[in-house]
């Protein structure tokens, strides 16, 4: 069973908003690393925001700061991201990924130490 599922992702036009979800179907991510990746053709995998479920507290990719917010409910089961004023570029598949930690070193840590992933969802922007 997959451990992770995201949802909500679609094709709209550049300006406009989408909201991915990403529901635990197996955990409870009381201290964790959650993040929200994503992948264009081509390309490697890049970290766009992350949430430490532990205080809430969270980071993001410069190309998105200002644009796209992550979040938690209270279950520490579902993660959205929020993504306004979407751009072409932001076209890709995005992923949600996490890892359990003890204290808050998310930013350190690299695509290879998510232990938990989704299967992912497409979002394209058209201009």
């Known amino acids: 069973q997959v451990p992770l599922v995201e949802s909500g992702g679609g094709s709209v036009q550049a300006g406009g908003s989408l909201r991915l979800a990403c529901t635990s179907v197996l955990y409870t991510f009381s201290r964790a690393c959650m993040t929200w990746f994503r992948q264009q053709p081509e390309k490697e995998r890049e970290k766009v925001a992350t949430?430490?479920?532990?205080?809430?507290?969270?980071s993001y990719a410069d190309s998105v700061k200002g644009r796209f917010t992550i979040s938690q409910d209270n279950s520490k089961k579902v993660f959205n991201l929020q993504m306004d004023s979407l751009k072409p570029e932001d076209t890709a598949m995005y992923y949600c990924?996490?890892?359990?930690?003890?204290?808050?070193?998310?930013?350190?840590?690299?695509?290879?130490?998510?232990?938990?992933w989704g299967q992912g969802t497409q979002v394209t922007v058209s201009s």
């Open positions: 990924a996490a890892v359990g930690v003890r204290e808050n070193s998310c930013n350190t840590l690299t695509e290879r130490f998510y232990d938990h």
């Open positions: 949430i430490y479920t532990s205080d809430g507290s969270t």
